[in-house]
């Protein structure tokens, strides 16, 4: 049976910001009353990143016109901080290009603000356990970016690197999976495994091929022909 985000123990700790107080304090009080654990909020890009660091949210849910500072930066430096953090966009736009600059940023969805509150809901809950969660439409666009990315040479690496690091049979399987596009729980179900475990695959060959996200994961897995498997 595969694990769900039902199944944590404790409340998915959430914050939320965005410079529009009354739009903030509308989403954050939805999912208070949800059941997440709303540990803090922020109205501009610097408050975030600062707040970010002492509340250890497990969810940040962000907005990307912010004063201050942007929003992709925002997102960049939480995630530097704390890589365990994950970033779940909350945005009126719809552009391409804001699409993949976030998701370039370490967020791991993006949600439009013409999402229902139950879709906000769902995708908080997605996004905690490491889900790419994404507005219709916008999962194939990241995914043909990955792709492109790919094509592209990949940057040099530092000199004296040692050869890459030997993943299992698991650790590939998973990592060939996760380059198809396939959510984690639909890994664990295919592998007949708990989302945890896909989730400590996941960590552990990130770790391994000293990257950092997602993003960079499914790139290195598309460079060695591993989603034409």
């Known amino acids: 049976m595969t694990e769900t985000t039902e199944e944590r123990p404790d409340p998915i700790r959430v914050m939320v910001v965005d410079d529009h107080p009354m739009w903030r304090d509308a989403v954050a009080r939805d999912l208070a009353e949800s059941g997440f654990e709303v ?49 779940l966009v909350l945005s009126a736009s719809g552009e391409h290009a804001d699409v993949l600059e976030a998701v370039k940023s370490g967020a791991t969805g993006y949600l439009l ?4 509150t139950e879709e906000l809901r769902d995708a908080v809950r997605r996004t905690a356990v490491g889900d790419p969660v994404f507005t219709p439409g916008l999962a194939g666009l990241v995914l043909g970016e990955y792709r492109r990315l790919a094509s592209e040479p990949a940057p040099a690496p530092d000199t004296g690197e040692p050869k890459a690091p030997r993943l299992t049979d698991r650790e590939t399987e998973v990592l060939r999976l996760v380059a198809k596009g396939l959510s984690y729980k639909q890994i664990a179900e295919r592998l007949v495994i708990s989302h945890r475990t ?25 460079e060695r022909g591993l989603d034409d498997e």
């Open 39 to 87: 540990v803090a909020t922020a109205g501009d890009g610097d408050q975030a990143v600062r707040r970010a660091k002492a509340a250890t949210p497990d969810v940040l849910v962000l907005d990307l016109n912010l004063p201050a500072k942007p929003g992709v930066q925002v997102c960049k430096e939480v995630v530097a901080a704390n890589p365990a953090l994950r970033v």
């Open 113 to 116: 603000k013409s999402a229902s």
């Open 198 to 222: 896909v989730q400590n695959h996941v960590q552990n060959t990130l770790g391994k091929l000293q990257l950092h996200n997602r993003v960079e994961l499914v790139r290195y897995a598309i």
